[in-house]
């Protein structure tokens, strides 16, 4: 009886995985493209980094110690390796396509349609979910010993749960305390573990193995909080995947856009350096052997 | 007895095989002049960073737009390592009643959907045009999906294939979709793709094709991607400790940024802040743009000695699967130069193919000049480029002139391609592909 159950759940991921796949011609509507506010935001862009550069020319000789931090160089010998540390790359390889046709046939077209809604209120939805883990990040800056972090989450936390409306609208960020989300992967880091083997988790995409452990112990916070009985029962499955929705809708990345066979070597390589910029920013960098993959 | 026989029979084979291999095939001869060609310090900026936004002209709000995954009638068996490829995929923004079509063609190395062809979408659907934008024959998708050959980089082969999809596209458009005339146009590579699918549209007439436009296209084929390998030589040079280099400086900058700001994006805007502070002299800008090239080569090469059985990076019997490994394979490729894609892939390729052809023949049909006479004959080709354009050296920029005459707009900045979408270039591109463009009036 289980079994049946579930063969009614999978059966539609694998009718659309399956599906189309013989049809001449694929039609795919998307929701339109705004060039004239993408090309208005890029000119803010360019706005405030003018005005940040005056700024800090300006501000440069007051503030001696800022710029010497920015100035420092990290030299070619304290770089990592051009090779990334992937001991389980074949398994990684296999699970990048599943997460690829997953994504293409399933988890993208419902992002698309999603995306479709009133902004406001996607908005609404991200600032509800955002909100939700700054209850991790608060148990995490203190594990990290980084209390005064913490004391913002939990402002942040406190201001957007009541003036907020339950956390639909991010009144914290305008009163100057805005978003820095952690979680027990960047704890992990900050009390100095690699980030380990570089690993791609179905339906998740990239990681390594302390990223992982890391959303691992973050859900079984949220689990063990259980904040106003989101996270167990029944509501939990409709919210959990909209909150998936939601983040995929507001990740701007599409399987095998480059057409390259190469796409997962770029993707582990760019992934891994997003980490190692992450530890650097935590621990000063050591002198590194070229020769060691990157995340050894 | 049995074993000299053997060893004599293997020996024999092995002569018989020297004896018909065929010779060694000669690169293409070195460019001439300098390897950045007609570019100046600023012209290798703008080429990197792209047209100011604050540049950019006034575009519509909203830009409706579909995607079409096609599969080709024609289409070759996908090799196992392309399995993500096999249809072809292109955009499209339908005018909601009868307009002409412009049909726009990506630069090499390029999908139908790049920020560029966003811009050219969005200006051309803004004039009331249906807008249909394609990859390049050069992308990895058009290869497995479309082209006839899985070689690419043969400027008539590849308008060919581009033709046929192009044809097969428009024969799937929705019924709704109601088309007046049909224009094409590309930029870089694209641009010379699209003259020449007009010029084979001359004998084939089934899109009926009335002006191309070419922006910055090049004007020999060869001579261009020559002078890139030349360039990569001088500013990363050979192997891969050059490039190792260059991306350890881009990461260190990357992490003095985020120790700076206490931010981390991987996003263009944060990689453009950290081109913008780690580059910083000719030779960087220079490997910018020379590396970008060797990365879309890599892409070309690997799908070429795939499909032709060449063997230099790809084992014909044993084509890799889809859970190996190719990190060395891209390795070895970003060392691979164009100059050897042509020696080992593609000249054996099409020589072979083409019986009457030789290694100079081939050069000669990949240079523009091979539609000259449509060129200069033909009032519907127009074209615009730059003064200091990287891909084009005095002679090629004389030559466009040349024959094209009033035909075609050349701008004192920008590089190559770096005020695509800027006013004067907008107003100048609707005025030609409208019919109304006058030279004396830039």
Redesign the interface.
């Known amino acids: 009886m289980k079994a049946t159950r579930w063969a009614m759940r999978l059966a539609p991921i694998f009718l659309a995985l399956s599906g189309c796949a013989s049809q001449r011609v694929i039609f795919h509507s998307l929701p339109p493209e705004t060039p004239a506010a993408d090309n208005a935001a890029a000119i803010k862009h360019i706005q405030a980094l003018m005005a940040q550069a005056k700024a800090a020319a300006e501000g440069g000789a007051k503030n001696a110690k800022q710029a010497e931090a920015v100035e420092a160089p990290v030299t070619a010998a304290e770089a990592p390796s051009m090779t990334t540390y992937d001991p389980w790359g074949r398994l990684n390889r296999f699970t990048y396509r599943f997460n690829a046709r997953f994504d293409e046939a399933v988890f993208l077209p419902v992002a698309n349609h999603y995306r479709r809604l009133p902004s406001p209120l996607r908005a609404g939805v991200n600032n509800f979910f955002s909100n939700l883990t700054e209850v991790g990040s608060v148990i995490n800056y203190a594990l990290q010993g980084r209390l005064g972090r913490g004391a913002k989450s939990l402002g942040r936390f406190l201001i957007n749960s009541t003036i907020g409306i339950g956390g639909l609208i991010d009144v914290a960020a305008r009163l100057q305390l805005p978003r820095a989300p952690t979680g027990f992967a960047m704890t992990l880091s900050q009390w100095g573990m690699h980030p380990g083997p570089y690993a791609v988790i179905p339906f998740y995409g990239p990681s390594t193995l302390r990223e992982a452990i890391g959303v691992a112990a973050d859900y079984g916070v949220s689990y063990g909080v259980n904040l106003a009985d989101l996270y167990r029962g029944p509501q939990s499955w409709g919210l959990g995947t909209l909150n998936a929705v939601d983040q995929r809708a507001n990740i701007d990345f599409r399987y095998y856009d480059t057409g390259s066979p190469f796409e997962y070597d770029t993707i582990s390589f760019l992934y891994m350096r997003k980490l190692l910029i992450e530890d650097a920013a935590l621990h000063p960098p050591k002198e590194r052997n070229p020769s060691v993959p990157a995340g050894k | 007895m049995k074993l000299s026989i053997i060893a004599l029979t293997l020996a024999a084979l092995c002569i018989s095989r020297m004896a018909a291999a065929d010779p060694p095939i000669k690169p293409p001869p070195a460019a001439p002049g300098l390897a950045t060609g007609l570019a100046d310090s600023a012209a290798l900026r703008a080429t990197v960073f792209g047209t100011?936004?604050?540049d950019?002209a006034?575009?519509?709000?909203?830009?409706?737009?579909?995607?079409?995954?096609?599969?080709m009638p024609w289409a070759r068996p996908v090799p196992a390592?392309?399995?993500?490829?096999r249809?072809l995929r292109v955009w499209f923004s339908a005018q909601p009643k009868p307009a002409p079509l412009a049909i726009i063609i990506s630069g090499a190395g390029s999908?139908g959907?790049t920020t560029k062809l966003?811009?050219l979408?969005?200006v051309l659907y803004g004039a009331g045009y249906h807008v249909l934008t394609v990859?390049s024959p050069t992308?990895?998708?058009?290869i497995?999906s479309t082209s006839s050959t899985g070689v690419a980089g043969d400027l008539l082969q590849d308008g060919h294939d581009l033709y046929a999809a192009m044809v097969e596209i428009i024969a799937?458009l929705?019924r709704k979709v109601q088309i007046t005339d049909v224009d094409v146009l590309g930029y870089s590579l694209g641009g010379a793709n699209a003259a020449i699918v007009k010029s084979i549209d001359a004998s084939e007439h089934k899109l009926h094709v009335h002006r191309a436009l070419m922006i910055n296209p090049p004007v020999s084929l060869f001579a261009t991607v020559g002078r890139l390998d030349k360039l990569f030589a001088i500013t990363l040079g050979k192997g891969?400790a050059g490039i190792?280099?260059f991306?350890?400086?881009l990461?260190?900058q990357?992490?003095?940024l985020?120790?700076?700001s206490?931010r981390?994006q991987?996003?263009e805007?944060f990689l453009l802040?950290a081109a913008a502070s780690a580059l910083k002299t000719d030779a960087e800008f220079s490997a910018a743009i020379a590396l970008a090239f060797r990365i879309a080569l890599?892409?070309v090469f690997?799908a070429g000695d795939l499909y032709s059985g060449a063997g230099v990076v790809v084992d014909p019997k044993h084509p890799?699967k889809?859970?190996?490994?190719?990190?060395e394979?891209?390795?070895i490729l970003r060392g691979k130069s164009f100059s050897e894609y042509f020696t080992k892939v593609l000249a054996p390729y099409y020589l072979k193919r083409r019986p009457n052809s030789t290694r100079d023949t081939l050069i000669a049909q990949n240079r523009l000049e091979v539609i000259g006479d449509a060129l200069r004959s033909d009032p519907d080709y127009y074209a615009q480029t730059n003064s200091n354009d990287l891909i084009l050296d005095a002679a090629d920029l004389a030559w466009l002139k040349t024959t094209l005459g009033p035909r075609i707009a050349v701008y004192d900045h920008g590089g190559h391609l770096g005020n695509l979408g800027d006013r004067q270039q907008v107003s100048d591109m609707l005025d030609m592909l409208g019919g109304r463009w006058q030279a004396g009036a830039q």
Request: hydrophobic content about 40%.
């Open positions: 100011p936004p604050q950019i006034p575009l519509p709000a909203k830009v409706p737009l579909f995607e079409m995954d096609l599969l390592v392309f399995w993500f490829d249809r999908d959907n966003s811009t979408r969005a990859p992308f990895p998708g058009f497995v799937h929705p891969d190792e280099l991306y350890q400086k990461y260190a990357l992490a003095n985020y120790r700076a206490d981390v991987l996003d805007d802040g890599s892409n690997f890799p889809v859970g190996d490994s190719l990190e394979t891209a390795r």
